[in-house]
């Protein structure tokens, strides 16, 4: 769906294997930005490009126009249909120096970051050509540039991409939704970046990863549901250990997503990692 005068959205679906037979629904969001040439910020799973260049095809351009990949961070969600996206098109790929390895070895990612359906979800490794630093301007042609903004804690790469034409804040996972499941590895500076973030100037609609766009009046509160969500599972972790056995990690994990409203077959990895970092601020109540 067409978002601003310039960009473009695509709600690429997904399965995350949790459990042995157990797969949970997802879905992310990729971005086109039109100019001259084809921006993609992001690449969904491994076979997304086929969506993907559908789409560009049916909106009168050509899918060889995409002349850079940039990703907001490294996740299999975003990285996947990177490597045949780049075949086909030969186009730059774009991220933060700590995202890269990561992108650039996915069998590291895999052992360091384990996700049990990983290698279906990720097509394999791609070269990054420009490394993305804080502060910096990534230029798209004709005076167009994307503003980076390096705002880590769902990941140490993690950046978000201002298109100050159209007013549009690409923020890929930085901003959590409200209500869904704790994915980060440091929840301090996640909350930190969630107020980097509100300090950027001239945003009339803000492009989250696992959300519909939100416009307008709509920015902020957007941001602040995802600071007190930060507080509300921390609140969660610090009544589950009072008086337990703050060191038996998965069983923690297990009370925390039940309490939160979520089942046991939820549980992976990279949520019982979200847990643990609160678990090392257990002697703060609050987080901001």
């Given at each position: 769906m067409q978002v601003t005068d310039h960009i473009h959205a695509l709600k690429i679906t997904f399965?995350?294997?949790?459990?042995?037979?157990?797969m949970l629904d997802r879905f992310v969001y990729a971005y086109l930005i039109y100019g001259d040439q084809i921006c993609l910020v992001d690449s969904g799973v491994a076979g997304s490009e086929a969506m993907i260049f559908d789409y560009i095809t049916k909106t009168g351009?050509?899918?060889r126009e995409i002349s850079r990949l940039v990703f907001t961070h490294s996740h299999p969600d975003h990285i996947g249909g990177s490597l045949a996206i780049k075949k086909q098109t030969a186009c730059q790929t774009a991220a933060h120096p700590d995202a890269c390895p990561w992108i650039e070895d996915v069998d590291r990612q895999y052992t360091e970051r384990p996700i049990a359906n990983f290698h279906e979800l990720v097509a394999g490794p791609v070269?990054?050509?420009?490394?993305?630093?804080?502060?910096?301007?990534?230029?798209l042609g004709h005076g167009t540039v994307l503003e980076v903004t390096h705002t880590p804690g769902h990941s140490k790469g993690s950046i978000c991409l201002l298109f100050?034409?159209?007013?549009?804040?690409?923020?890929?996972?930085?901003v959590p939704k409200a209500g869904t499941v704790p994915i980060y590895e440091d929840v301090l500076a996640s909350i930190q970046s969630l107020h980097t973030i509100k300090k950027i100037e001239g945003v009339d609609v803000l492009m989250a990863s696992w959300d519909a766009p939100q416009y307008g009046a709509r920015?902020?509160?957007?941001?602040?549901?995802?600071?007190?969500?930060f507080q509300?599972?921390?609140?969660?972790?610090?009544?589950?250990?009072a008086g337990a056995d703050a060191s038996a990690l998965r069983e923690v994990s297990v009370r925390v997503l039940k309490r939160l409203g979520f089942p046991e077959s939820a549980l992976i990895p990279i949520i019982i990692r979200s847990v643990e970092a609160h678990l090392k601020l257990i002697d703060r109540q609050n987080l901001f």
């Open positions: 399965k995350l294997l949790v459990s042995p037979g157990k351009r050509d899918p070269k990054i050509d420009i490394g993305l630093k804080d502060g910096d301007r990534l230029d100050r034409e159209d007013g549009a804040l690409i923020t890929g996972d930085a920015v902020e509160p957007f941001i602040e549901e995802g600071l007190h969500w509300q599972i921390h609140d969660t972790v610090l009544a589950v250990t």
